[in-house]
């Protein structure tokens, strides 16, 4: 499961918006997820899309 920031004024200075990825070892509950927040802006992450997939 990948987290997204959104935020056009986001600091994060790597190659494209910040990203938090979630081993999929750990077993989530999708309607059940804690609000996650961008260590950089503190803006609300949102689930990527599969869109917004990385490759595998």
């Avoid at 790597?14 to 990203?19: E, I, N, R, S, T």
Wanted: charged residues 25%.
């Amino acid at each position: 499961m990948e987290f997204i920031c959104k935020s056009k004024n986001c600091p994060y200075e790597g190659p494209g918006p910040y990203v938090l990825s979630l081993p999929e070892e750990i077993p989530l509950d999708r309607n059940n997820v804690a609000t996650m927040f961008c260590p950089h802006c503190e803006q609300e992450l949102v689930e990527k899309t599969p869109a917004e997939k990385s490759p595998a």
